[in-house]
Protein backbone atom coordinates (compact mmCIF):
# COMPACT_ATOMS: atom_id res chain seq x y z
CA UNK A 1 0.00 0.00 0.00
CA UNK A 2 0.94 4.01 -0.79
CA UNK A 3 3.98 2.42 -3.15
CA UNK A 4 5.30 -0.68 -0.52
CA UNK A 5 5.12 -3.93 -1.08
CA UNK A 6 6.66 -6.73 1.00
CA UNK A 7 8.44 -7.89 -2.69
CA UNK A 8 8.84 -4.72 -4.26
CA UNK A 9 8.25 -0.78 -4.39
CA UNK A 10 6.73 1.45 -6.80
CA UNK A 11 8.60 2.92 -9.76
CA UNK A 12 9.09 6.35 -10.33
CA UNK A 13 9.88 8.40 -13.60
CA UNK A 14 8.12 6.46 -16.20
CA UNK A 15 7.96 7.19 -19.77
CA UNK A 16 3.91 8.14 -19.74
CA UNK A 17 3.37 6.08 -23.06
CA UNK A 18 4.45 2.93 -20.58
CA UNK A 19 2.86 4.01 -17.44
CA UNK A 20 -0.65 4.36 -19.61
CA UNK A 21 -0.40 0.69 -20.65
CA UNK A 22 -1.85 -0.98 -17.51
CA UNK A 23 -5.23 1.51 -18.27
CA UNK A 24 -5.32 0.08 -21.54
CA UNK A 25 -4.30 -3.60 -20.50
CA UNK A 26 -5.33 -4.06 -16.87
CA UNK A 27 -4.14 -7.98 -16.74
CA UNK A 28 -1.60 -9.70 -17.96
CA UNK A 29 -3.45 -11.96 -20.41
CA UNK A 30 -4.74 -8.98 -21.86
CA UNK A 31 -0.64 -7.74 -22.83
CA UNK A 32 0.87 -11.07 -23.45
CA UNK A 33 2.79 -11.31 -26.25
CA UNK A 34 4.82 -14.56 -27.40
CA UNK A 35 8.10 -15.12 -28.52
CA UNK A 36 10.23 -17.79 -30.13
CA UNK A 37 13.83 -19.09 -28.97
CA UNK A 38 15.51 -22.17 -30.41
CA UNK A 39 18.55 -22.69 -28.88
CA UNK A 40 21.65 -24.14 -30.74
CA UNK A 41 22.01 -27.97 -28.98
CA UNK A 42 25.03 -28.95 -29.82
CA UNK A 43 27.40 -26.10 -28.00
CA UNK A 44 24.86 -26.77 -25.04
CA UNK A 45 25.70 -30.59 -25.16
CA UNK A 46 29.29 -30.14 -25.07
CA UNK A 47 29.59 -28.08 -21.97
CA UNK A 48 27.45 -30.35 -20.23
CA UNK A 49 29.50 -32.90 -21.36
CA UNK A 50 32.75 -31.44 -20.07
CA UNK A 51 31.30 -30.25 -16.96
CA UNK A 52 30.48 -34.02 -16.44
CA UNK A 53 33.83 -35.44 -17.28
CA UNK A 54 34.81 -32.86 -14.13
CA UNK A 55 32.22 -34.74 -11.99
CA UNK A 56 29.52 -31.69 -11.67
CA UNK A 57 26.39 -32.22 -13.20
CA UNK A 58 24.87 -29.94 -14.79
CA UNK A 59 21.21 -29.96 -16.90
CA UNK A 60 19.48 -27.83 -19.79
CA UNK A 61 17.37 -26.02 -17.34
CA UNK A 62 19.89 -25.39 -14.74
CA UNK A 63 21.87 -23.36 -17.95
CA UNK A 64 18.73 -21.31 -18.94
CA UNK A 65 17.93 -20.29 -14.96
CA UNK A 66 21.25 -19.08 -15.03
CA UNK A 67 21.40 -17.19 -18.00
CA UNK A 68 18.33 -15.66 -17.13
CA UNK A 69 19.64 -14.77 -13.84
CA UNK A 70 22.70 -13.00 -15.31
CA UNK A 71 20.78 -10.95 -17.80
CA UNK A 72 18.43 -9.81 -15.06
CA UNK A 73 22.06 -8.47 -13.14
CA UNK A 74 22.83 -6.50 -16.42
CA UNK A 75 19.28 -5.24 -17.13
CA UNK A 76 17.16 -5.02 -13.75
CA UNK A 77 14.26 -3.09 -15.69
CA UNK A 78 12.72 -7.10 -16.64
CA UNK A 79 12.67 -7.79 -13.06
CA UNK A 80 9.92 -5.63 -12.41
CA UNK A 81 5.51 -6.20 -12.19
CA UNK A 82 2.34 -4.63 -12.59
CA UNK A 83 -0.43 -4.84 -10.11
CA UNK A 84 -3.46 -2.24 -9.56
CA UNK A 85 -2.17 -0.52 -12.79
CA UNK A 86 0.94 0.26 -11.09
CA UNK A 87 4.64 -0.72 -11.85
CA UNK A 88 6.76 -2.19 -9.30
CA UNK A 89 10.73 -2.74 -8.69
CA UNK A 90 10.74 -6.78 -7.90
CA UNK A 91 12.76 -6.76 -4.02
CA UNK A 92 13.63 -10.08 -4.80
CA UNK A 93 15.25 -12.57 -8.53
CA UNK A 94 12.82 -15.32 -8.23
CA UNK A 95 12.15 -18.47 -10.18
CA UNK A 96 9.49 -20.82 -9.83
CA UNK A 97 8.75 -24.38 -11.89
CA UNK A 98 6.94 -27.53 -11.38
CA UNK A 99 8.39 -30.89 -11.06
CA UNK A 100 6.97 -34.30 -10.47
CA UNK A 101 6.56 -35.93 -7.31
CA UNK A 102 8.06 -39.75 -6.24
CA UNK A 103 4.85 -41.78 -5.47
CA UNK A 104 5.22 -44.73 -4.48
CA UNK A 105 2.13 -46.14 -7.08
CA UNK A 106 3.59 -44.35 -10.11
CA UNK A 107 0.71 -42.19 -10.06
CA UNK A 108 1.53 -38.76 -11.65
CA UNK A 109 1.02 -36.28 -8.62
CA UNK A 110 3.09 -32.36 -9.02
CA UNK A 111 4.45 -29.98 -6.82
CA UNK A 112 5.67 -26.92 -7.09
CA UNK A 113 9.12 -25.33 -5.94
CA UNK A 114 10.51 -21.25 -5.73
CA UNK A 115 13.57 -20.26 -5.11
CA UNK A 116 15.34 -17.25 -4.46
CA UNK A 117 18.49 -16.35 -6.32
CA UNK A 118 21.34 -13.51 -5.90
CA UNK A 119 21.81 -11.58 -9.26
CA UNK A 120 25.52 -12.36 -8.48
CA UNK A 121 25.28 -15.96 -8.39
CA UNK A 122 26.88 -18.79 -11.29
CA UNK A 123 26.01 -21.24 -12.85
CA UNK A 124 27.39 -23.33 -10.30
CA UNK A 125 25.22 -21.27 -7.38
CA UNK A 126 22.12 -21.77 -9.35
CA UNK A 127 22.68 -25.55 -10.26
CA UNK A 128 22.98 -26.09 -6.10
CA UNK A 129 19.88 -23.94 -5.52
CA UNK A 130 18.08 -26.02 -8.27
CA UNK A 131 19.26 -29.39 -6.74
CA UNK A 132 18.56 -28.44 -3.28
CA UNK A 133 14.79 -26.90 -3.97
CA UNK A 134 14.10 -30.02 -5.75
CA UNK A 135 15.42 -32.49 -3.34
CA UNK A 136 13.50 -30.55 -0.67
CA UNK A 137 9.90 -30.77 -2.63
CA UNK A 138 10.04 -34.26 -4.71
CA UNK A 139 9.07 -36.40 -1.99
CA UNK A 140 5.23 -36.90 -1.62
CA UNK A 141 5.72 -36.81 2.28
CA UNK A 142 7.27 -33.46 2.48
CA UNK A 143 5.29 -31.86 -0.39
CA UNK A 144 5.70 -28.21 0.75
CA UNK A 145 3.64 -25.05 1.14
CA UNK A 146 1.25 -24.57 -1.53
CA UNK A 147 -0.19 -28.57 -1.83
CA UNK A 148 -0.70 -28.45 1.91
CA UNK A 149 -2.72 -25.35 1.64
CA UNK A 150 -4.39 -26.43 -1.48
CA UNK A 151 -5.48 -30.01 0.42
CA UNK A 152 -6.70 -28.40 3.47
CA UNK A 153 -8.77 -25.43 1.56
CA UNK A 154 -10.08 -28.31 -0.76
CA UNK A 155 -11.82 -30.42 2.11
CA UNK A 156 -14.37 -27.56 2.93
CA UNK A 157 -17.24 -26.52 0.47
CA UNK A 158 -16.63 -22.75 -0.64
CA UNK A 159 -13.96 -22.16 1.03
CA UNK A 160 -11.50 -22.14 -2.12
CA UNK A 161 -13.39 -19.54 -3.77
CA UNK A 162 -13.24 -17.65 -0.30
CA UNK A 163 -9.14 -17.89 0.59
CA UNK A 164 -8.45 -17.14 -3.12
CA UNK A 165 -10.84 -14.25 -3.37
CA UNK A 166 -9.06 -12.67 0.20
CA UNK A 167 -5.92 -12.93 -1.12
CA UNK A 168 -6.39 -11.42 -4.57
CA UNK A 169 -7.81 -8.53 -2.64
CA UNK A 170 -4.93 -7.81 -0.16
CA UNK A 171 -2.78 -8.84 -3.10
CA UNK A 172 -4.03 -5.65 -5.14
CA UNK A 173 -3.64 -3.16 -2.16
CA UNK A 174 -0.24 -4.95 -1.02
CA UNK A 175 -1.58 -6.19 2.11
CA UNK A 176 0.15 -10.02 1.56
CA UNK A 177 2.00 -10.78 4.21
CA UNK A 178 5.77 -11.64 3.06
CA UNK A 179 5.53 -15.27 4.56
CA UNK A 180 2.84 -16.16 2.33
CA UNK A 181 3.73 -14.54 -0.50
CA UNK A 182 7.48 -16.82 -0.16
CA UNK A 183 5.29 -19.81 -0.52
CA UNK A 184 3.27 -18.90 -3.46
CA UNK A 185 5.04 -19.49 -6.78
CA UNK A 186 2.64 -17.38 -9.04
CA UNK A 187 4.77 -14.26 -7.59
CA UNK A 188 8.39 -14.72 -9.31
CA UNK A 189 10.13 -12.74 -10.99
CA UNK A 190 9.81 -16.29 -14.04
CA UNK A 191 8.01 -19.29 -14.12
CA UNK A 192 9.82 -22.20 -16.39
CA UNK A 193 8.55 -25.11 -17.80
CA UNK A 194 10.48 -28.41 -18.78
CA UNK A 195 7.99 -30.26 -21.12
CA UNK A 196 11.41 -31.77 -22.69
CA UNK A 197 11.59 -34.00 -19.36
CA UNK A 198 8.85 -35.41 -19.97
CA UNK A 199 8.89 -35.99 -23.64
CA UNK A 200 6.63 -32.82 -24.74
CA UNK A 201 6.99 -30.12 -27.26
CA UNK A 202 7.46 -26.02 -26.08
CA UNK A 203 4.90 -24.60 -25.10
CA UNK A 204 3.90 -20.87 -24.93
CA UNK A 205 2.10 -20.95 -21.64
CA UNK A 206 0.20 -17.75 -20.08
CA UNK A 207 0.93 -15.82 -17.12
CA UNK A 208 -1.04 -15.73 -14.47
CA UNK A 209 -3.67 -13.05 -13.78
CA UNK A 210 -3.19 -14.40 -9.84
CA UNK A 211 0.49 -13.41 -8.14
CA UNK A 212 2.73 -10.82 -10.24
CA UNK A 213 4.49 -13.27 -12.74
CA UNK A 214 5.87 -11.47 -15.84
CA UNK A 215 7.65 -14.19 -17.72
CA UNK A 216 6.90 -17.59 -18.58
CA UNK A 217 9.29 -20.11 -20.18
CA UNK A 218 8.50 -23.55 -21.73
CA UNK A 219 11.31 -25.65 -22.75
CA UNK A 220 10.41 -28.35 -24.95
CA UNK A 221 12.34 -31.61 -26.44
CA UNK A 222 15.51 -31.19 -28.72
CA UNK A 223 14.41 -30.98 -32.88
CA UNK A 224 16.82 -32.29 -35.29
CA UNK A 225 16.57 -30.74 -38.77
CA UNK A 226 18.82 -30.00 -42.22
CA UNK A 227 20.14 -26.66 -43.32
CA UNK A 228 22.61 -25.26 -45.70
CA UNK A 229 25.42 -23.61 -44.72
CA UNK A 230 27.20 -20.66 -45.70
CA UNK A 231 28.96 -22.95 -49.03
CA UNK A 232 25.88 -24.44 -49.47
CA UNK A 233 26.52 -27.60 -47.95
CA UNK A 234 23.44 -29.69 -46.00
CA UNK A 235 24.02 -29.93 -42.25
CA UNK A 236 22.84 -31.48 -39.89
CA UNK A 237 21.31 -29.68 -36.81
CA UNK A 238 19.69 -29.54 -33.34
CA UNK A 239 17.86 -26.95 -31.62
CA UNK A 240 16.69 -26.70 -28.06
CA UNK A 241 13.00 -24.87 -28.83
CA UNK A 242 12.07 -22.64 -25.91
CA UNK A 243 8.67 -20.84 -25.86
CA UNK A 244 8.28 -17.38 -24.18
CA UNK A 245 5.34 -15.55 -22.81
CA UNK A 246 6.03 -11.69 -21.27
CA UNK A 247 4.01 -9.28 -20.10
CA UNK A 248 4.38 -6.13 -22.74
CA UNK A 249 3.82 -3.50 -19.81
CA UNK A 250 6.34 -3.90 -18.17
CA UNK A 251 9.02 -2.25 -20.28
CA UNK A 252 9.64 -0.94 -23.39
CA UNK A 253 10.75 -3.17 -26.06
CA UNK A 254 13.78 -2.32 -26.92
CA UNK A 255 14.63 -3.15 -23.56
CA UNK A 256 13.35 -6.21 -23.69
CA UNK A 257 15.21 -6.60 -26.97
CA UNK A 258 18.83 -6.30 -24.46
CA UNK A 259 17.67 -8.50 -21.93
CA UNK A 260 16.94 -11.59 -24.67
CA UNK A 261 20.96 -10.38 -25.92
CA UNK A 262 22.22 -10.91 -22.75
CA UNK A 263 20.54 -14.52 -22.05
CA UNK A 264 21.39 -15.58 -25.49
CA UNK A 265 24.70 -14.60 -25.40
CA UNK A 266 25.11 -16.45 -22.27
CA UNK A 267 23.56 -19.41 -22.88
CA UNK A 268 25.64 -19.71 -26.08
CA UNK A 269 28.73 -19.50 -24.10
CA UNK A 270 27.72 -21.08 -20.57
CA UNK A 271 31.06 -20.68 -19.73
CA UNK A 272 30.82 -16.92 -19.20
CA UNK A 273 28.54 -17.76 -16.54
CA UNK A 274 31.26 -19.73 -13.89
CA UNK A 275 32.64 -16.66 -13.25
CA UNK A 276 30.22 -13.87 -11.31
CA UNK A 277 29.53 -11.09 -13.42
CA UNK A 278 31.92 -7.50 -13.05
CA UNK A 279 29.00 -5.54 -12.64
CA UNK A 280 25.54 -5.81 -11.17
CA UNK A 281 22.63 -3.32 -11.28
CA UNK A 282 19.75 -2.72 -9.31
CA UNK A 283 16.51 -0.97 -10.04
CA UNK A 284 15.79 1.83 -8.30
CA UNK A 285 15.22 1.17 -4.07
CA UNK A 286 15.56 -2.42 -4.79
CA UNK A 287 18.70 -3.85 -4.01
CA UNK A 288 18.47 -7.44 -2.82
CA UNK A 289 21.31 -10.43 -1.69
CA UNK A 290 21.01 -14.05 -1.15
CA UNK A 291 23.44 -15.97 0.87
CA UNK A 292 25.59 -18.17 -1.51
CA UNK A 293 25.00 -21.84 -1.66
CA UNK A 294 27.69 -23.85 -0.22
CA UNK A 295 30.02 -26.29 -2.23
CA UNK A 296 30.92 -29.74 -1.05
CA UNK A 297 34.37 -31.03 -2.12
CA UNK A 298 32.69 -33.92 -2.91
CA UNK A 299 32.94 -34.79 -6.70
CA UNK A 300 31.20 -31.39 -7.60
CA UNK A 301 28.36 -32.09 -5.34
CA UNK A 302 26.92 -28.81 -3.71
CA UNK A 303 24.58 -28.28 -0.89
CA UNK A 304 22.74 -25.17 0.09
CA UNK A 305 23.80 -23.63 3.62
CA UNK A 306 20.95 -23.16 6.15
Given at each position: MFGFRPEGRRVKGLD?????TPYIMPMRCDAQVFLD?????DPLMRYIAQKSREGTKITFMEIVIAAFVRAVSQVPEINRFV???QFYNRKELTVSFTLLLETGDDSIKENTAKIFFDPSDTIFDV?????????ANRKEETSGFVLSLASVLLKVPFLPN???GVVKLLDRYGLCPKALLDGLPFHTSMYITNNASIGLMRVYHHIYNF???SLFFGMGVPKRFNTVDAKGNVVRKCQL???ITADERVCAGAVYAKFFAVMKHCILHPETLETP???VYYNQGAEYHVAKPERTAAAGSETVKA
Open positions: PIVQMYDVDYMNKSARIKAAVELAVGNTPIGPEH
